[in-house]
Structures are given as structure tokens and as C-alpha cells.
């Protein structure tokens, strides 16, 4: 089994509409973080958890809510989707090393697409 | 200026050549650098991770870092079809704790 998850791992929806993209994740690390890619635009993040307790906003962070419903768990929301909003999704997880960014490992991906 | 520079490509060589992708970054605090590789429509995978300057060797692939330029690069020897794909610099971004900063990928294609 995949060691991050994430569902759907296609959607498409209209606009107005609430969405909610879901991250699981096995590994047991601490962070997880949402980016979305673009094409043209690479990876940008959308909001990073540190732990259950700690959730930040990143550089895209307009239009998306997130919840950290676990140390496994980490959902994001588009509470009234925009056709902008569409792209490709990714959940990532990286462990927890002292005074050091460790490798982030991604889930599959979600395509998402706003009509 | 973007904080994670990279040619976006495509940059094209013949099989069993050497690639040379390489990446800039704005941020003299970042510690943290690695090399992600992607195909189309799927997700990143980590190739190779860098801490210190100098060279790090791992098979095929070598990642050199130059703190002082600002500098990352990555060089696969004996290049192979397979390693056609678009690849990935991220630099750990200091003012926001952990995460990263991507580039936006540089895009390589090996010729048989």
C-alpha cells in the first residue's frame, strides 16, 4: 500500500461548489503540506502542518482552509471553487529532523477541475 | 526575483551522455536542497538530497552545491531514455520553518 494517500484522485465539479481533498498518510511524520502545480507555474504551497496543534498558510493560501484531523490526516478545502482553482493537487509528508528540512515524500495527486 | 531559478528547458542529449541540470537559489539561509524527479502527470520523487557544499555521488547521479554562489546542479552520467522527464530543485524556504520552495522544473529529454 501507498504509503500517502489521497482521494479523489480525480474531480471534477462547477463552480460555487465545496470541495474537500483528503491526505492519509502511513509514514508517521509529523508534517504535511498542500501544494497545487500548474503548468508554467511549478509547485506552489498552499498551507504546511507541522503537528496536529501548528497549521500555516503558505503562498497561495487565498480561497483554501485546511484541517489536520490527526498526524495522519490532512484535508484541504476550497470552500467555493473558482475555475482557477483547477490543477493538479499534491499532499506531502516529511519527518520530523531536528534543525533540518527532510525530504518531502508526495501522494499521487489530485486533479481537480473547476468548471 | 523568483526565490528558485531553473532553464526551463527542453534541454535535449543523446543516450549515454551526461546531463547537466542546474538551479539557483535567492535565499543565503536556505540549508536544505534537493533534486526531484517527474513524469507527466505523476508525482515527484526525491532523486537526490544535499546538505553540505561539494559533491554528493548516488549511482548514476551526482548533486553539487555551491553555498557561497548559490548554486545546485545535478549530473547524471550515462544518461538512458527512462530518465526522460522533467526535474525539480527545491530549496528550504527559512521563513517559513520546514517547507520548501520548488522551481519550476527543467524538462529533459534523452535520445536514443
Known amino acids: 500500500d501507498a504509503d500517502v494517500t489521497q482521494t479523489p484522485r480525480n474531480r471534477i465539479t462547477k463552480t460555487g461548489k465545496r470541495i474537500m481533498l483528503e491526505c492519509s498518510q502511513t509514514k508517521g511524520h509529523d508534517r504535511m503540506y498542500w501544494y497545487r502545480q500548474d503548468p508554467g507555474l511549478g509547485l506552489r504551497l498552499i498551507y504546511y502542518?507541522?503537528?496536529?496543534?501548528?497549521?500555516n498558510k503558505g503562498e497561495i493560501s487565498d480561497g483554501y482552509s485546511v484541517s489536520r484531523q490527526a498526524q495522519a490526516k490532512f484535508s484541504l478545502s476550497l470552500e467555493s471553487a473558482i475555475p482557477n482553482q483547477t490543477a493538479l493537487y499534491f499532499c506531502a509528508t516529511s519527518d520530523s529532523v531536528a534543525g533540518r528540512t527532510d525530504t518531502q515524500y508526495f501522494g499521487p495527486g489530485t486533479r481537480l477541475t473547476v468548471l | 526575483q523568483k526565490e528558485v531559478e531553473q532553464n526551463s528547458g527542453p534541454l535535449s542529449v543523446p543516450e549515454g551522455a551526461i546531463a547537466s541540470l542546474n538551479c539557483t537559489y535567492s535565499d543565503r539561509g536556505s540549508q536544505s536542497f534537493f533534486w526531484y524527479r517527474q513524469y507527466s502527470g505523476k508525482s515527484p520523487e526525491l532523486i537526490m538530497s544535499i546538505y553540505s557544499n561539494g559533491d554528493k555521488e548516488d549511482g548514476r547521479f551526482t548533486a553539487q552545491l555551491n553555498k557561497a554562489s548559490q548554486y545546485v546542479s545535478l549530473l547524471i552520467r550515462d544518461s538512458q531514455p527512462s530518465d526522460s522527464a522533467t526535474y525539480l530543485c527545491?530549496?528550504?524556504?527559512?521563513?517559513?520553518?520546514?517547507?520548501?520552495?520548488f522551481g519550476k522544473g527543467t524538462s529533459l529529454l534523452v535520445t536514443p
Open positions: 527545491a530549496v528550504n524556504n527559512p521563513r517559513a520553518g520546514y517547507a520548501l520552495n
Open positions: 502542518s507541522f503537528d496536529v496543534k501548528d497549521i
